[in-house]
């Protein structure tokens, strides 16, 4: 088989939609499918985006930064990406949470007939309205439902996104959920010499992980800085950075992590918290169980499905989220309930890992490769 991935984001960034694109890729390779990633390129004067990974050709076209917007660079729709993918001849085109150039893979899919999976992975409406970009809920959603209704099937990777799709009129959606690699990310990455540098007193470390992001809305950890008996720990990086500094001190700022680095910090942490409420899915909540890490996230998007409450940690109402985030984290860390939440964690993630959930990316192809032509959606030659 062969598979054009037509992403919205790319490396050298690092966030939910690279990371799933790097896995998928991995997977078809591995099991003798061809792949080619069509993505954004990197403005001038910023480190480069790469031309292939790992013998997987990546075509980059050109892109901008746009206001407020300021740490991803937005793709440009440009002739190049039809030629490309003509070339390339696809069986499946995969669209990864497509807005612009995935609006140009769609259209370039259709003129060529060649079925589409759509990956919905940005709660778009959400993320404007956290930038405070000029467009509105109800706009961004009808851009959302007919970008999605001219493909052959569209993949939620949680039931508030499915749900959320399908009120809002969108067709043919299934949920797809992610892996998580539980061999790199695991209990036994403990550090204590990193745990030692982080606290020096020994106090409780309390983490996020994530882009310093206006839509990950960082600052509602704030309720815990100033505190001697915890320590913050805020991994990554983004164009909050500056700002979260000033809000919070006595926080540990480490930037970006990767690899083994980025496992050994999550098992580091006593207690993980995720406050944004546009998740789609939220990887980093898998990453944080998955290394034996009770988690504290809102009760809303893809959270409500990955944290079982009360059993692996604690789902917070979004009005209230930092009200009561310091008493969820000193049930956590003064008691044995952390423990026990963690353990129950990691045993559920267990079964998720990325060759499953990609074998299961392997039949939805498979199912509008059959259908190709017979689900009603138009298209020209």
Sequence with gaps: MRVAIVAESFLPNMNGVVNSVLRVCEHLTAHGHEAMIFAPDTPRG????????????????????????????????????????????????????????????????????????????????????????????????????????????????????????????????????????????????????????????????????????????????????????????????????????????????TGELGGLELARAYASMDVFVHPGEHETFCQAVQEAQASGIPVIGPDAGGPKDLIANFRTGYLLDVPTFSQRLPDAVDTLVDSTVGTEFGAAARRGVAGKTWPSICDQLLGHYDAVLGRAGSLGVRRSA
């Excluded at 060529?112 to 940005?122: E, G, N, R, S, Y």
């Design 46 to 253: 910023m480190p480069a985006a790469p031309r292939e990974i790992d013998g997987v050709p990546v075509h980059l076209v050109p892109s901008l930064m746009v206001p407020k917007v300021s740490s991803l660079p937005v793709g440009v729709p440009h002739r190049s990406l039809y030629r490309a993918m003509a070339d390339f001849a696809p069986d499946v085109v995969h669209l990864a949470s497509p807005f612009v150039i995935g609006a140009v893979g769609a259209h370039a899919a259709r003129r060529l007939d060649i079925p589409t999976v759509a990956v919905f992975q940005t709660d778009v409406a959400g993320f404007a309205a956290s930038y405070g970009i000029g467009i509105g809920t109800r706009a961004a959603w009808s851009w959302t439902r007919r970008l999605h209704a001219a493909c052959d099937r569209t993949l939620a990777p949680s039931t508030v996104s499915v749900k959320a799709l399908q009120d809002h009129g969108v067709p043919r959606v299934f949920r797809w959920g992610r892996g998580v690699d539980a061999e790199r990310f695991h209990p036994d990455r403990r550090d204590q010499d990193l745990r030692a540098q982080w606290s020096p007193n020994g106090v409780p470390i309390v983490g996020f992980v994530g882009r310093l992001a206006p839509e990950k809305h960082v600052e509602r950890l704030a309720v815990l800085s100033g505190r001697r008996d915890r320590q913050l720990v805020i991994v990554g990086g983004g164009p909050e950075r500056a700002r979260l500094e000033k809000l919070m001190p006595d926080a540990v700022f």
